[in-house]
């Protein structure tokens, strides 16, 4: 039947809001696992997973190359790739694009907004790479990710994920405050609270020891308490 552009904007939009079909995503992985190792084509050339250890890395998978929310995206981590690499933090994406597709919306990107995406896209045409980490499916007939982001530790650790439909962007800022309380938490053996931000005061674990509930004048003084100074 022919489509006409009403009926296509209709379609794309009630694709977008149909947030039945698709089993959870993260589903496979969990935080602690070692993330899978792979091999694979990109735009900085074949690179594998495991020559990422010893930094921080953020592993993420967009839905598709030339969309609105995923061009938005790029722009803005690559605006603030400084601010990862202070973090001595790489970045890597990810999609079932071709490698020339890739490199076409990164010309496309440089031509438009006047930045270079200089981190490695990966290609994934096969999904192989994308199902060992949960983006997609075992059952998914929709051959696009949706984003995924895997906050990958110096040891290879997956130590924080978020799901995000295709339709919401990623917050910037936030990749980088869980990058920021993840390497907190590690330096200062802390916990960091709600909305923590960094430079704010970390807790410290709650006691084990039933003596100190007991002995505690405020109730809340043995499990609710400041860690000291920050590394
Ligand atoms: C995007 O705008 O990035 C997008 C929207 C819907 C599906 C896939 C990608």
Redesign the pocket.
Known sequence: MYMTCNDRVKCYTDA?NDHTHTPPPCAGLRIGDVAPDFEARSTIGPIRLSNFRKRWLVLFS???DF?????TEFVALASEAAAFEKRDCALMALSVDSLFSHFAWLRMIRDRFGIEVRFPIVEDPTLVIGRAFGMVSAQDSDS?TVRTTFFIDPRGVIRAMTCYP??LGRSVPEMLRILDGLQAIDANAALAPANWQPGEPLLSPPTNDLDEVFAAEDPTSWFLRNSGEQR
């Open positions: 977008m967009h839905p598709a969309t609105p929310v995923c061009t696009a295709a339709n």
